[in-house]
């Protein structure tokens, strides 16, 4: 496979004025252009999963399943989804109002947004890039598709298949780092939707605001798993460490730390040496389930957290830069100083922090910026309703990780630092979509307007009140009184 060839500069703000030239022409908007793209764009993945797995494994070294669990089986899903549903998501929706206004047909119309940036990640090269294009298409917008460099196998990959499968004349590519990226965020866009890193995420913000263009941010953070004492072991261990070792760590909603209820963590790193020795047997390093890290860059970074941690490295630890590969770690008695928990750690090393009370925790988590998940192993559901009161995040998931990231129905996003809109299913569809308020007026029935003209009247006003507004008495406010 070529090397990556990055747009020339000077291209990039002609090809962005090319497609918002193409919208204003109103090729996207007809529900059967848009269709025939979103069946391009499931062809794209379907007729190339070989070529996408390849890719991949060069990329980051990613199992099979981890793809199509991931990645491309999911974009196809909501490529079908979003054909299947179309027309019901883009119908003109009524919308209840009072007996005046009722005559004048109050309605929303779903219109296209006009031209959008989508800027993908590297840690899921495909669905992070490909799952927003799919509500982008289905919307009637014209797409510029920004892939990851860092993924340089799948950003080759995505490049040559495009055009074959997708009408360039309202999708495009452009390739690049740094340099190019920013010229990019200099064009005129109608919204703009970035995955990645909070610190890149001012910089796309700050270039929007610029130009007051919205955006979808989906950032990540460091998302907490509390495990209470009264948990079924075993089961939580088998399931945290999936969660945390899928992508090999590398995922803005893995499970970035640990907060245990003292007395449980040595049964529960014993229940978790065990599944990872199940999952990837005695010698992870040469197991076809498991994953390399992304680049030197951040093999180096996960090495120096490795080096620095003054909590105890009870499994794994072993890390070989020729080969990318850094062991499935579990570090006991993190302290909350410690380097591990300063940031996200997005790769396959797990702190455990030990609580004396699960409220310790909560305060914790609340002291700090929301993460983009959150998640609670309990059989007491009360405690684990207890936690999620009490807390902030984009997401949050009972006894499991991970698995909201699959259910399409659940909008997927964070808040505050961790993102700012959720998407996926038809979420992505209303991201893409202005809701344009519109009425229609008749021409007739004039002499019962005369009531809203001037000369104003007491009658008039009377009539006007009766036919626009309730009218209710509340009792005095409870707050005030102290009360409640």
């Given at each position: 496979m070529s090397e990556l060839t990055f747009t020339p500069i000077d291209d990039i703000p002609k090809i962005v004025q090319e497609l918002r030239a193409t919208f204003l022409t109103g090729l996207t908007r007809p529900l059967a252009y848009r269709k025939e793209q979103l069946k391009g764009l499931h062809n794209l993945i379907a007729e190339n999963e070989a070529l996408f797995k390849e890719s991949v494994y060069r990329d980051l070294r990613k199992p099979p399943q981890e793809l199509i669990a991931g990645e491309t089986g999911a974009i196809r899903q909501e490529a079908i989804d979003a054909i299947k549903h179309l027309d019901q998501w883009a119908a003109p929706q009524s919308v209840k109002t009072t007996l005046l206004n009722r005559m004048n047909k109050p309605h929303i119309r779903k219109s296209p947004l006009g031209t959008v940036l989508i800027i993908g990640a590297w840690n899921l090269p495909i669905n992070l890039l490909l799952a927003p294009a799919v509500g982008a298409i289905a919307a009637g917008n014209c797409v510029i598709l920004k892939p990851s460099e860092v993924s340089t196998h799948t950003a080759v990959l995505l490049t040559k298949l495009l055009p074959k499968y997708l009408d360039p004349r309202s999708v495009r590519i452009i390739n690049g780092a740094a340099a190019e990226t920013t010229v990019l965020l200099e064009q005129k866009f109608d919204h703009m939707f970035y995955t990645g890193s909070g610190n890149i995420g001012k910089i796309i913000m700050t270039a929007a605001a610029k130009q007051l263009t919205p955006v979808t941010l989906e950032l990540g953070g460091k998302s907490p798993a509390f495990v209470t004492k009264d948990v079924d072991i075993a089961v939580a261990a088998r399931r945290l460490t999936f969660g945390k070792l899928f992508n090999t760590g590398q995922a803005c909603i893995a499970p970035d730390y640990l907060i245990v209820e003292r007395g449980i963590e040595q049964e529960l790193v014993k229940e978790m040496k065990l599944a990872i020795q199940e999952f990837y047997g005695a010698s992870p390093q040469t197991s076809q389930s498991y994953g390399r890290i992304v680049n030197n860059n951040h093999f180096h970074r996960l090495k120096r957290l490795l080096d620095t941690t003054r909590g105890e490295i009870v499994v794994g630890g072993d890390t070989q830069e020729d080969d990318l590969f850094i062991a499935p770690t579990i570090v006991l008695d993190v302290k909350l100083d410690d380097p591990l928990m300063?940031?996200?750690?997005?790769?396959?090393?797990?702190?455990?922090?030990?609580?004396?009370?699960?409220?310790?925790?909560?305060?914790?988590?609340?002291?700090?910026?929301?993460?983009?998940?959150?998640?609670?192993?309990?059989?007491?559901?009360?405690?684990?309703?207890?936690?999620?009161?009490?807390?902030?995040?984009?997401?949050?998931?009972?006894?499991?990780s991970l698995i909201q990231f699959m259910v399409t129905a659940l909008p997927f996003g964070g808040t505050g630092p961790s993102g700012i809109g959720s998407y996926h299913g038809k979420r992505t569809f209303d991201i893409f979509s202005h809701e344009r308020a519109t009425l229609v007026k008749n021409l007739g029935m004039q002499k019962a307007l005369t009531i809203s003209y001037p000369p104003y009247t007491e009658k008039k006003t009377s009539w006007l009140e009766w036919l626009l507004f309730d009218k209710v008495k509340f009792s005095d406010n409870a707050i005030l009184k102290g009360k409640l």
């Open positions: 300063e940031s996200e750690i997005f790769g396959p090393i797990l702190p455990i922090w030990v609580v004396d009370t699960i409220n310790e925790g909560i305060e914790y988590v609340n002291r700090n910026d929301q993460p983009l998940a959150l998640y609670v192993y309990s059989h007491d559901m009360k405690l684990a309703n207890h936690i999620l009161d009490n807390t902030r995040s984009g997401g949050a998931v009972i006894n499991d």
